[in-house]
């Protein structure tokens, strides 16, 4: 059915014109866009809010200062069931749909300062167990899954290498042939979990006579394999509570069962699942920039100078309705696509959108909350000044903001999209 077609039902229906027309309802749904929250996703909101208060922010300023995991926080992230909120009960998570995810990772963000191991979690879930759901056989997600819910293991997406960033086309590690399985070599960089991981979902040129789009194909790389090294530690200015390490792959034997998908999808399987990636990755920020929109609030009540609160200056006034206005279109965007994928539709532009309005919306905001807070913001003491470091990341990893606006440009019917 053609878009007008749909939008000339939609109309008609909604006038009251066209009743019991079968194909009305099906039209409607294009238009309705509809993630009214549930009073059972509200309560689950609330739990999780309490929980990350209570559980997993004491240790934000030890992981910033020493650049590692809170493996604490990080068991009873756990035990809370954050780790397999999207996967499905009959492999070991929660089974939630979509939006309900997106919720409670917000609601994580939100209760929850330790941005660090709230990105170990969601690279994690959204960048190595979310792949398994996806692609993996019945085989692989039962060997993998349920222990990637519990914690026991460690997920990490190693794609990224010195010389394919943006470009993953140009990938450069292989996987040759040999028997029914493959021996991996190459090299991965700014790998999330990296030096902590149990277990890599890794991408590797399998074919020197394929175009490129069929050149690749994605493996499942357990760190204890013989032959995988992590080579050096990256120390990084924020979410320094997730590791990140650069991987050595060197003569790895993987057998057939560590395909992910078909050999040469790859790449397919790649653009299909950064969606997700990209979408619900930045749940968690929408929390924490509520969480910085609070603190900036009550500072701007209490603090007062020229006898004063500062916040009844218009410069401040307009200031927090800006990261009001910030969080609104966060919010509304992130639920939008979290809606999408619980009707299992496609949404590459509404992802790239999301990402790019979390992300650029979350630094500003952070700026915005040092100024605020003069001096005091700029202290490490107060916190304010790590929250700047740790946003600043996200307008880089999982596609830089160039790369955004260039997919949403090319969506648009323009050339040149990467
Ligand atoms: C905190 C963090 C965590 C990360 N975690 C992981 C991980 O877990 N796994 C993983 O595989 N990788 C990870 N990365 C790497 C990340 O995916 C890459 O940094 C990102 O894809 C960009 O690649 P690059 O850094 O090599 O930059 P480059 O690709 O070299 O880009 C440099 C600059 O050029 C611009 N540019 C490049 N090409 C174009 C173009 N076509 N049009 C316009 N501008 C362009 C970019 O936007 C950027 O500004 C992480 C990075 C960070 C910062």
């Known amino acids: 059915m053609t878009d007008m077609l749909c939008m000339w039902v939609a109309r008609r229906h909604m006038r ?232 050595q792959f060197s003569d790895v034997r993987l057998d057939a069962d560590q395909l992910l998908g078909r050999e040469g999808a790859g790449y397919q399987i790649f653009t299909s699942t950064i969606e997700w990636e990209r979408g619900f990755l930045f749940a968690s920020g929408v929390g924490t920039m509520r969480r910085l929109l609070e603190t900036c609030v009550e500072h701007a009540a209490k603090r007062e100078q020229f006898d004063r609160p500062i916040g009844s200056f218009q410069a401040v006034s307009h200031t927090l309705a800006d990261m009001r206005i910030r969080l609104e279109l966060a919010q509304l965007t992130l639920y939008k696509f979290g809606w999408l994928k619980r009707e299992g539709r496609l949404a590459m532009l509404e992802s790239s959108i999301l990402k790019l309005v979390v992300s650029e919306g979350l630094l500003e905001t952070a700026l915005e909350a040092v100024q605020l807070h003069g001096a005091r913001g700029y202290l490490t003491e107060g916190g304010i000044e790590r929250e700047v470091r740790d946003a600043l990341a996200g307008t880089i990893y999982g596609g830089t903001s160039q790369i955004q606006r260039s997919i949403i440009a090319s969506l648009l019917g323009l050339p040149g999209a990467p």
């Open 16 to 247: 009251g014109i066209v009743r019991h027309v079968p194909i009305a309802a099906h039209a409607l749904r294009r238009y309705c866009v509809d993630f009214a929250i549930s009073p059972r996703q509200r309560e689950l909101c609330a739990e999780t809010v309490r929980f990350a208060r209570q559980e997993l922010g004491g240790r934000t300023d030890e992981s910033d200062r020493s650049g590692s995991l809170d493996t604490e926080g990080w068991r009873k992230a756990a035990e809370f069931g954050a780790l397999g909120w999207p996967v499905p009960r009959e492999h070991g998570g929660s089974g939630f749909d979509p939006l309900t995810s997106a919720l409670a990772f917000e609601a994580l963000g939100y209760g929850c300062s330790n941005n660090g191991l709230l990105f170990a979690i969601n690279n994690h879930v959204w960048a190595c167990a979310i792949y398994l759901v996806k692609h993996g056989t019945e085989r692989q997600k039962a060997r993998w899954l349920p222990e990637l819910c519990r914690g026991a293991v460690v997920g990490a997406h190693a794609l990224t290498e010195p010389q394919a960033g943006s470009d993953m086309l140009a990938l450069a590690a292989t996987a040759h042939r040999d028997g029914s399985g493959w021996v991996l070599n190459g090299t991965k960089t700014f790998i999330s979990n990296g030096s902590c991981a149990d277990l890599f979902v890794t991408f590797a040129r399998t074919s020197e006579s394929e175009g490129p789009e069929r050149a690749l194909s994605a493996f499942l790389v357990p760190a204890d394999a013989p032959g995988v090294r992590v080579t050096r530690e990256l120390e990084k200015a924020g979410l320094r509570g997730a590791p990140m390490g650069e991987i």
